[in-house]
């Protein structure tokens, strides 16, 4: 396991085949809905954001695992995280899927997560790793969809 790249494949494996807060808040305060065309990713993310608090989120939709993992391991991580902390992740993780910043040094907030690093090597996949996160963008931001385009 000391192979980076064999554990990204089986965390994307693992978080495809089970993933993780998936499913529907309802009622929720927040929801948006992303969408992918060059993969054909479709993703609901529903939150519930409590005093500036993100307490709860889900996601449901069909893409490939790469999109379902990053969502399975996004939702993860940004429960329990203030709204401004889950935008500063949504940065990092973008900044370091296009290549922009180095993981080991500037994407302190994303732990783990810092194994979709190697998706810029994969350039038809780096927007399927960023959908979860530009709908959580655009969830936080009231508005109601997400495009990859
Ligand atoms: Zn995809």
């Avoid at 893409?63 to 949504?90: F, N, P, Q, R, Y």
Wanted: contains cysteine; proline residues 5%; aromatic residues 4%.
């Amino acid at each position: 396991m000391s192979d980076p790249r064999e554990l990204y494949q089986q965390v994307i494996l693992e978080h495809n085949k089970k993933p993780r807060n998936f499913g529907k808040l309802d009622p929720c305060t927040h929801h948006a809905e992303g969408h992918n065309p060059l993969c054909g990713d479709q993703l609901e993310l529903s939150l519930v954001v409590a005093d500036g608090v993100v307490t709860d989120i889900k996601f449901q939709g069909s893409g490939c695992a790469i999109d379902v993992a990053s969502a399975s391991l996004m939702t993860g991580i940004v429960k329990g995280k203030s709204v401004a902390e889950a935008e500063a992740m949504v940065a990092q993780f973008r900044g370091m899927v296009r290549g922009e910043l180095d993981p080991a040094t500037e994407a302190p907030l994303l732990g783990r997560l810092t194994l979709f690093s190697g998706v810029k090597d994969l350039p038809s996949r780096v927007k399927c790793a960023i959908l979860p996160w530009a709908t959580l963008h655009a969830a936080l931001k009231g508005e109601a969809e997400a495009s990859t385009e």
